[in-house]
C-alpha cells in the first residue's frame, strides 16, 4: 500500500509515541518518531516530514519551541500539538503561533488520523487556491479588472488602445457592472497615470451642488459661500476626470460640460475669469442615451462630444466563465480582512454561483461572497453559506441586507449555540478568539459568560 502522509510524531512517553505509530502505519501513512525535542529536528531536517505531532511539555524542549525551529527548518510543516487536560490554554496559544489543532490526553489515535486527513484536504485546497490565483494574475486580471470571457477580453483591448489617445470616452451597462474600474484602467494606462483621477456621481447631488462641485465658486456667489472653492475640474488638471451617471446630469449643466469639452475652459459660479484646464473626461451611465435624446433630456451635441468611444460592459449573466475567477478573486480579500483561512469553493457552492442569475452584476457578487466569507464554519464556502443569504431580488440595485447586521447576528447566534465560551465560539467562526473579543466589544454584544476556559 502506497504510503499517504510522512508524519513525526514526538513525546517523550513511549506508550504515546507506539500507539500513535502503529495506529497511523495501519492506515496507511509513513510514522517516523522522536523521544524529545532535538531528536525531532534531526529528524525534520533528514526526512522532511509533512506534519508533526509534538507534546507539548517535553523536557528539555517544549512543543512550542519544537514547532518554532520546525518551521525555521520546514517552512511548509503542519503542527498539531499534543496537551494535558490543564495545559488546553498554551495549546490554545500554540494554535496562534501556527499549530494547525491540539490533541487532548487521553486520546484516541482514530483522532489524530482524522485531523491528519482534514488537514491535509485543507493544505490541498491551499495550494489549488493558491495555484488558481497565481493563474488569475498572470493570464486574467489587468488594471484590478478580473475576466478571461471574450466579452471582457475585447473590452481590455478597446481599453489599451483608447487609452494611448485623448477622446473622451463613454462607458456604458447595467448598474454593478465595473464601470468606474474601467474608468480607472483607462487612466492608469495613459500618460496621465501620474496625475490626479477624480470620480463624481452626477446622481448623488442637487443640480446647485453639483454645478459648484464641478466648476467651483467664488466667494460670496451665494449664501454659505464664504470662501473661494476650486471645483473637480480643476482638481483634476492634467489627469482625468470621471463623471459616473451622465445621463443625470441636469440641462443647465450639460450646457457647461459641453463649453468646457469644446474650449477647455469655464467660470467657477459666480466668477468672471474663465479657468483654463486639460482634463480627460470619461464619463459612464447605465441610461439609454439615445431614448434620453429622443426625449429631449440630454443633449445630442454633447452626447457626440462624450462618446468619441464607447466601451459596453457586458452583464454578468453573459460572461458566466468569469463567476468563480471573480469569487476567487472576492473571497481571497475578504478571508484576508475577516482573519479566516478560506481555501476555496465546494462543487455545490460553485454550481449555485453559476446557476444565479445575478441581476446586479459583479457589485452583487461581491456582496454576497463577503456574506458567505463571513457565515462560513468550514475551510471551504459550502452552498449553504450563500443559499442562506438573501440575495439582491431582479431590478434591485442594493443589497438585501447591510453586512454588519449579518456579521453580528452571525456571532450573536453562535456564542448562544456555545453558551457564552468565546473559545467554541471562535472555533466554529473559524476566527481567533482575540478576533472575537474584538467583534463582541465592536458590536457591543451583551454576551453571557460561562467558563472559557474549559
Known amino acids: 500500500m502506497k504510503k499517504k502522509t510522512k508524519v513525526l510524531v514526538a513525546d517523550d512517553e513511549a506508550i504515546v509515541r507506539e500507539s500513535l505509530r502503529d495506529w497511523l502505519d495501519d492506515v496507511g501513512h509513513q510514522v517516523l518518531t522522536a523521544e524529545n525535542g532535538p531528536q525531532a529536528l534531526e529528524i525534520i531536517r533528514k526526512e522532511k516530514p509533512a506534519v508533526l505531532i509534538t507534546d507539548l511539555v517535553m523536557p528539555g524542549m517544549d512543543g512550542i519551541e519544537v514547532m518554532k525551529k520546525a518551521r525555521e527548518l520546514l517552512p511548509g510543516i503542519e503542527v498539531i500539538i499534543i496537551t494535558a487536560y490543564g495545559s488546553i490554554p498554551t495549546a490554545i496559544n500554540a494554535i496562534r503561533e501556527g ?244 481555501a476555496g469553493f465546494s462543487p455545490e457552492a460553485t454550481d449555485f454561483l453559476l446557476k444565479h442569475d445575478w441581476p446586479g452584476n459583479v457589485r452583487e457578487l461581491e456582496n454576497a461572497i463577503e456574506r458567505a466569507v463571513i457565515l462560513a464554519q468550514n475551510s471551504v464556502i459550502e452552498a449553504a453559506d450563500l443559499s442562506q443569504q438573501e440575495l439582491m431580488p431582479a431590478g434591485s440595485t442594493s443589497p438585501a441586507k447591510n453586512l454588519k447586521q449579518v456579521e453580528e447576528k452571525h456571532i450573536q447566534d453562535v456564542l448562544a449555540k456555545a453558551r457564552g465560551n468565546y473559545t467554541e465560539a471562535a472555533r466554529i467562526l473559524g476566527i481567533s478568539r482575540m478576533t472575537l473579543y474584538n467583534k463582541i466589544k465592536a458590536y457591543r454584544l451583551n454576551v453571557k459568560k460561562i467558563d472559557n476556559k474549559r
Do not use: W
Not at 112 to 130: F, P
Open 99 to 342: 499549530a494547525y489543532d491540539y490533541i487532548e490526553k487521553p486520546f484516541c489515535p482514530e483522532r489524530a488520523e482524522i485531523l491528519i486527513e482534514k488537514l491535509m484536504e485543507h493544505r490541498r485546497l491551499r495550494e489549488e487556491n493558491i495555484a488558481l490565483h497565481q493563474k488569475l494574475e498572470e493570464r486574467y486580471r489587468f488594471e484590478n479588472i478580473v475576466a478571461k470571457s471574450s466579452r471582457m477580453q475585447q473590452v481590455i483591448e478597446v481599453i489599451k488602445m483608447v487609452a494611448k489617445s485623448n477622446a473622451t470616452v463613454l462607458i456604458t451597462g447595467d448598474t454593478g457592472t465595473g464601470k468606474e474600474l474601467v474608468a480607472r484602467a483607462v487612466h492608469s494606462q495613459s500618460y496621465r497615470r501620474d496625475r490626479p483621477f477624480v470620480a463624481v456621481s452626477c446622481a448623488a447631488l442637487p443640480e446647485s451642488l453639483l454645478e459648484s462641485e464641478l466648476f467651483g465658486h467664488e466667494k460670496g456667489s451665494f449664501t454659505g459661500a464664504y470662501a473661494q472653492k476650486k471645483g473637480k475640474f480643476e482638481a483634476a488638471d492634467g489627469g482625468t476626470l470621471f463623471l459616473d451617471e451622465i445621463g443625470e446630469m441636469s440641462a443647465n449643466i450639460q450646457v457647461h460640460l459641453l463649453r468646457v469639452l469644446e474650449e477647455k475652459e469655464f467660470n467657477r459660479v459666480g466668477g468672471n475669469e474663465p479657468v483654463k484646464v486639460d482634463v480627460r473626461v470619461i464619463s459612464a451611465t447605465n441610461v439609454d442615451m439615445k431614448e434620453a435624446i429622443a426625449q429631449g433630456k440630454f443633449r445630442e451635441d454633447l452626447y457626440y462630444r462624450l462618446n468619441v468611444v464607447n466601451i459596453e460592459l457586458p452583464p454578468l449573466r453573459e460572461r458566466t466563465e468569469d463567476i468563480p475567477l471573480l469569487a476567487e478573486h472576492f473571497l481571497k480579500g475578504f478571508a484576508l480582512e475577516n482573519q479566516k483561512e478560506i
